[in-house]
């Protein structure tokens, strides 16, 4: 079965999001399963809370990341469903490929 338009749309947004290293390493750090600031997203980068704040956002709007006030300083925390998500559309397309291959091999082989 193929994906919707909808969860392809989805899928491409997500990976487009993490085909940067900086965000893949704010995603690692997230992923210590704490929420974090930006200042301490920050701390060790070399880059500025405004970069990594772009970054973020990048995360935020493609659902991998939320975002909490928390008292005065805001907070960004993974959001597994999302990767869960993007994890299935690359298995399903994992399937097919394989189906694909097989079909072409059966093919050849008669």
Request: aromatic fraction near 4%.
């Amino acid at each position: 079965m193929l994906p919707s338009e909808v969860e392809t749309s989805s899928a491409a947004s997500v990976f487009a999001a993490l085909g940067d290293r900086t965000r893949l390493t704010l995603l690692s750090r997230l992923a210590e399963g704490r929420a974090q600031s930006v200042v301490e997203l920050t701390q060790g980068t070399g880059l500025t809370r405004q970069g990594i704040s772009k970054h973020l956002a990048v995360l935020e709007e493609a659902g991998v990341v939320a975002s909490a006030r928390v008292g005065r300083e805001t907070r960004f925390a993974i959001r597994p469903a999302a990767l869960a998500e993007a994890g299935r559309y690359l298995e399903r397309a994992s399937r097919q490929w394989d189906d694909a291959i097989g079909r072409l091999r059966k093919l050849v082989e008669d």
